[in-house]
């Protein structure tokens, strides 16, 4: 739960006004938190506090004293960016260095989640023998059971549609039970892909690699052991992209189809 520093709180009002969940109060104690109320600790009063009076669990409620500035030309740089992004599945043998996957996932945690949640978590697998190993697994599983044959055929003629030529694979999972475990992980990695690419890593969105890592027992048997009530929502193969220089940005025959109601 947040605290106000009563030394330094001008009871502007704002924190009050802002709570998504109406928490915070005026009484003759200055400005407090409501008891029984739901707080999703958004640090929302915090942002907004002229004199940083907010704190959580003794630590502050900002991350920094200062907004950054955007440069003018921003809308245009976050257009391209986005429409450039692209799905990448060839690769160098050049491993993604751990920092950059870090920094990656760290502006993930910026991103929106419900009630705050956040339970996403990271897995990112390097050890070649590890994805050998995974792929073999997925091939078995394919061949016993028919489901997705294409990932056997491709694989015959040297096309891994399940994790390209990567360095790494990135698995995310998260816990079950809480409010929106597919959308949270869906906008984090959203997020941090966004950040890879403009760092100049490629990055593909492994949706057979997801849906095999929570179907196929053996696969969880090589990895870490997920908690109880977790499953993996989503995954992504890294590298750096070889031979693969889109020269146009595609087009999209499906676009915002919108009705105003
Ligand atoms: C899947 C999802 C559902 C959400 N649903 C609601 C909602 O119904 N009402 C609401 O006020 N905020 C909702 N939010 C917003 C979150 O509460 C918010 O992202 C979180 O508190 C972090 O704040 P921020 O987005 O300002 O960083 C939702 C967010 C996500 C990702
Ligand atoms: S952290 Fe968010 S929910 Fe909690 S009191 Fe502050 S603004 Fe309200
Ligand atoms: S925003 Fe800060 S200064 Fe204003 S009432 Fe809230 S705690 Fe006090």
New binding site residues.
């Given amino acids: 739960m947040?605290k106000v520093n009563r030394d330094v709180c001008i009871e502007c009002m704002t924190?009050v006004t802002?709570?998504?969940?109406t928490?915070?109060e005026e009484s003759e104690k200055g400005i407090r938190?409501i008891k029984g109320k739901i707080?999703?600790?958004?640090?929302?009063?915090g942002a907004v506090c002229p004199t940083d009076a907010i704190s959580y669990k003794g630590q502050s409620a900002i991350y920094s004293d200062e907004l950054p500035v955007i440069g003018d030309g921003f809308i245009k740089d976050l257009k391209n960016h986005v429409m450039m992004r692209r799905s990448h599945r060839h690769f160098t043998e050049e491993q993604v260095p751990r920092e950059v996957i870090k920094d990656a996932l760290e502006l993930a945690s910026w991103a929106p989640s419900a009630k705050n949640q956040h339970t996403t978590k990271w897995m990112i697998i390097e050890s070649q023998d590890v994805m050998n190993r995974i792929m073999d697994l997925i091939l078995d599983h394919v061949k016993k059971t028919g489901v997705s044959p294409e990932i056997a055929t491709e694989m015959e003629i040297g096309n891994n549609v399940v994790m390209g030529t990567a360095t790494s694979l990135l698995l995310a999972y998260a816990d079950d039970n809480s409010i929106s475990p597919e959308t949270d992980t869906a906008i984090a990695m959203t997020t941090a892909e966004l950040y890879l690419q403009a760092k100049g890593v490629g990055t593909c969105w492994a949706g057979y690699l997801k849906r095999m890592a929570n179907t196929i027992p053996e696969i969880k048997a090589l990895l870490p052991k997920l908690p109880e009530h977790h499953s993996f929502y989503g995954a992504f193969m890294l590298g750096y992209p070889e031979n693969e220089e889109f020269l146009h940005i595609p087009q999209r025959f499906k676009r915002a189809d919108i009705e105003w109601v």
């Fill in positions: 947040i924190c802002i709570c998504p969940f928490v915070l938190p707080c999703i600790d958004c640090m929302h009063c």
